[in-house]
Every structure is written in structure tokens, then in C-alpha cells.
């Protein structure tokens, strides 16, 4: 998708990218566990710094936001709880213990350094 | 045959994303969350910083892949000036952004029924490129 990002962009374009993906470091392990707690989809290719630089772009600014997701984790949880006999009542109980799951699941990854929301701008090269 | 099966499973459920959370209940969990379907993580600030950086203005053309209903493409696009592609798969968030995409962007603003994989677009056209949560 990357490079098909570089395809159309004009020279000196910008590529503006925020994504969760696996932090860096971590063993063969943790990694498995990164990718059980994390979103469904979680890019397992590297980095996504090299990523974009292998993909025809001169990174120009990197941000950690995963604090910023960490917070958001806590208000999605917050949220669901405060709103959960109306959810459970309307929605069903499965998509909401399962939406309980999968938020649950990614604050622990984060808060284990397993996962890590990225922000990065590349310039086509 | 496997790799069908397989893409139109993961577009079912890409498609599914945007069924839940329609009911009343749902609107008013969602609206506590910032308006976004629950699996989008992009903060207004965030939308904001990557409007700040994008470069562009009303002469350029953006491409907002992975768009849904047209966040954070949408806010870039209304801060900057600049024109927006909004490419997505699944066409039931194309359909309920297309209202308010029209609202804040007017003419100014196409959705495309598309793979960011295999964009149905012609070599440099853009001016710059967003995605968010995309590649996770």
C-alpha cells in the first residue's frame, strides 16, 4: 500500500500516516503476544519507519502517540461501561463483551510496551 | 479461489465496522467517544497536526486512503483548502459519510469504492496522501 501511495503522489508530496503497530524490540515472544492482544489487522512487516523509507519516501517527522491511544483505550472502556445496560439492552451482549475484549486486550498490550501508536510524515523521494 | 473467499470475508467484516453501534444506545456510546465508529483511534488534535503537516492548500489535491466516512481526510481537507479523494472498500461507510462530507466540503470532495492496494488512479496525481490505522 505504500508504495502504491508513493505511485501517486507527486514528487516532494507528502505522506501522513498514524497507525498502531508492534513496538520495537521486542522478541519473538512478545512479539506473538503483541499480535494476539492487538487490532485484528496489526501490520507485522517491521517498523513503520523503515517501511515507508523502503518504499520511496524521505521521512521527514515522527510522533509517539501511544499515550494519546492509551487514553483513548480508557475512554472507549469508560464509555462502554457508562453506557453498558443500555448497549447490552440494544446491541446484544456479545458485540459488547467482545468490543469489552478487544479494547481490554489492547490496553494491556500497551501497557506491557507491546504496542505503540505511531504518527509520520514521509516526503516522496 | 482461497484468496477470494478470503477478500470478500475481510471486506464483510470491514463492512460490518460500520453496521454496529446504529442504534440509539450505540449513537449515544459513539457520541461520547468523539462521533468515530469504535475502532477509530484519530484524535481531533491529531487530525489537526496531520493537517498542519500535510503542506497543501487549495490548489492541491488529497488522497485519504482507508477514508471511511471521510475522517480525518475530511478535517485536512477543510483546514488546508485543498480538494479530497476519500477511498475506502467497504460502500456502507462511503454511504454514511457522504452526507456530511458533502456538508463540510461540497464540490470540493469525490468518494472512490477502492483498495488503497491497487488505487484506480493514475501515476503522481496527488499533492499528498493520508491514511489512519490503515496499516494496523
Known amino acids: 500500500m505504500l508504495r502504491e501511495c508513493r505511485r501517486v503522489l507527486k514528487r516532494d508530496g507528502r505522506l501522513v500516516v498514524v497507525t498502531i503497530e508492534i513496538a520495537e524490540g521486542l522478541g519473538a515472544a512478545q512479539r506473538a503476544r503483541a499480535t494476539e492482544l492487538g487490532p485484528e489487522d496489526l501490520g507485522t512487516g517491521g517498523p513503520l519507519r523503515d517501511l515507508v523509507a523502503q518504499s520511496g519516501f524521505e521521512v521527514v517527522i515522527e510522533r509517539n502517540l501511544t499515550e494519546d491511544f492509551r487514553v483513548s483505550l480508557l475512554d472507549r472502556l469508560n464509555a462502554l461501561d457508562q453506557n453498558d445496560a443500555e448497549l447490552r439492552c440494544a446491541e446484544g451482549h456479545e458485540l459488547v463483551d467482545t468490543e469489552r475484549e478487544k479494547r481490554a486486550n489492547m490496553l494491556k498490550a500497551v501497557q506491557e510496551g507491546l504496542l505503540r501508536r505511531t504518527a509520520l510524515v514521509g516526503r516522496a523521494s | ?136
Not at chain 2, 493537517?51 to 480525518?72: K, M, N, Q, T, Y
Not at chain 2, 483548502?81 to 477511498?87: D, F
Open chain 2, 1 to 136: 479461489m482461497n484468496d477470494l473467499v478470503h477478500r470478500s470475508a475481510t471486506i464483510r467484516s470491514y463492512e460490518d465496522r460500520y453496521l454496529r453501534f446504529r442504534t440509539k444506545a450505540g449513537f449515544a456510546f459513539r457520541s461520547e467517544i468523539g462521533g468515530v465508529i469504535p475502532n477509530g483511534w484519530t484524535t481531533i488534535e491529531q487530525a489537526e497536526w496531520m493537517a498542519s503537516v500535510a503542506a497543501i492548500s487549495e490548489d492541491d489535491l488529497l488522497l485519504d486512503i482507508g477514508a471511511g466516512r471521510g475522517w480525518p481526510g475530511s478535517l485536512i481537507a477543510k483546514e488546508t483548502g485543498a480538494r479530497l479523494v476519500s477511498v475506502d472498500v467497504p460502500l456502507e461507510a462511503l454511504r454514511q459519510g457522504a452526507e456530511d462530507l458533502r456538508e463540510k466540503l461540497g464540490p470540493r470532495v469525490s468518494q472512490v469504492c477502492g483498495d488503497g492496494r491497487i488505487l484506480p488512479i493514475g501515476d503522481a496525481h496527488f499533492s499528498a496522501v493520508c491514511q489512519a490505522d490503515v496499516l494496523c
